[in-house]
């Protein structure tokens, strides 16, 4: 069973800053089937990346996704106010075949 | 334009078997590589993926839930059912469906449905 881990838990940061939310996987994850959800209270989560990198429609291009193997970053170039927010990865393959991570909130400084 | 709206009790008791269905349009679950997922989240909690219905009928389960789960279509309905037997406190929690595609992410989700499990 792959096991998502993200970190940090909680991301304290100011708007206009650079955030880096880490995603690592127990075991290696094809990066096609790596997603980046963005999800705000009393809503439901946001595509925000699939396949590792590419951003899903809509999405501004402060949001940039990379990684491979067992280890994936979301980052946030510069942070908008509408950016604070609750993020989980998702991974697509091994049984179990869909798993989340546990969430990063990144929360304003 | 894809949309998807879950339906169904807002509180079951313990034991009691718990029956979800999400209605959707904008797309077909005929068509090939195109899922339907089931998804929670206990209040303040993690996502939890439940179970998935693709459009040849292949049905995937959440190992830790599969004994307790059952995922059905109606593709002329456009409509996805999730049932869920023998309900506990702990399986209080907003349940979404979500459209997925080829690649297995969830690129649109339902407006969610918050059930509630107690006596």
């Known amino acids: 069973e792959i096991v998502l881990t993200q970190s940090p838990g909680t991301l304290s940061l100011s708007p206009g800053e650079r955030a880096t939310l880490s995603c690592r996987a127990s075991q290696s994850v094809s990066s096609s089937y790596l997603a980046w959800y963005q999800q705000k209270p009393g809503q439901a989560p946001r595509l925000l990346i699939y396949?590792?990198?590419s951003r899903a429609t809509g999405i501004p291009d402060r949001f940039s996704g990379s990684g491979s193997g067992t280890d994936f970053t979301l980052t946030i170039s510069r942070l908008e106010p509408e950016d604070f927010a609750v993020y989980y990865c998702q991974q697509y393959g091994s049984s179990p075949a869909y798993t989340f991570g546990q969430g990063t909130k990144l929360e304003i400084k | 334009q894809i949309t998807l709206k879950e339906s169904g009790p807002t509180l079951v008791k313990p034991t009691q078997t718990l029956t979800l269905t999400c209605t959707f349009s904008?797309?077909?679950?005929?068509?090939?590589?195109?899922?339907v997922a089931w998804i929670r989240q206990p209040p303040g909690k993690a996502l939890e993926w439940l179970a998935l219905i693709a459009w040849d009928d292949d049905k995937r389960y959440s190992p830790s839930l599969k004994s307790r789960l059952t995922i059905t279509k109606d593709t002329s309905k456009n409509q996805v059912v999730l049932t869920m037997t023998n309900m506990d406190p702990v399986d209080t929690a907003t349940y979404y469906c979500?459209?997925?595609?080829?690649?297995?992410?969830?690129?649109?989700w339902g407006q969610g449905t918050l059930v509630t499990v107690s006596s």
């Open positions: 904008g797309f077909s679950l005929s068509t090939s590589g195109v899922g």
């Open positions: 979500a459209h997925s595609g080829w690649l297995g992410h969830f690129d649109y």
């Open positions: 396949g590792a990198s």
